[in-house]
């Protein structure tokens, strides 16, 4: 399992977004303005739609779409606890985030299934808790009924 040590900017593109642009599905959408260290989080578009301009859209060059989002995850902290100025990532930081990245495909199939299953699981249990929420909500309104 061979890792090798990337920047950003060489294995995908990235553009601030554009107002009335429709990104495709697979664009990983990562804040730079109006952020916190605190509540930080990047999104994988699953269709295509607009973005708003306090985004910009990172598109992979030659990395499957969902393992350069795994990748890309995995250095947040460390890219923001560098790059992060008050509120707002300057745009040509951007493309200096490090990625580590498995060099054979195989690997990173491996990867984004691993990680497809956990938040699958994820998805789940937070329906599971959400339904029994509701359950409790409607046992307690008829008990005080």
Do not use: W
Not at 14 to 30: D, L
């Amino acid at each position: 399992m061979e890792i090798r040590k990337f920047l950003l900017e060489e294995v995908a593109q990235f553009e601030s977004s554009r107002k009335g642009k429709k990104y495709p599905a697979g664009t990983i959408v990562m804040p730079i303005h109006g952020v916190g260290d605190d509540h930080f989080s990047i999104r994988q578009l699953k269709q295509a739609e607009e973005v708003s301009s306090r985004y910009v859209c990172i598109t992979s060059k030659d990395l499957p779409a969902d393992y350069l989002y795994v990748a890309i995850e995995a250095e947040l902290d460390r890219f923001l606890s560098r790059y992060l100025q008050t509120i707002n990532i300057s745009f040509k930081d951007v493309g200096r985030m490090e990625l580590y990245i498995h060099t054979d495909p195989q690997d990173q199939r491996a990867i984004v299934a691993c990680f497809q299953g956990l938040n699958q699981m994820i998805e789940t249990t937070e329906r599971q808790i959400s339904e029994k929420n509701r359950m409790k909500i409607n046992l307690l309104d008829r008990m005080m009924a």
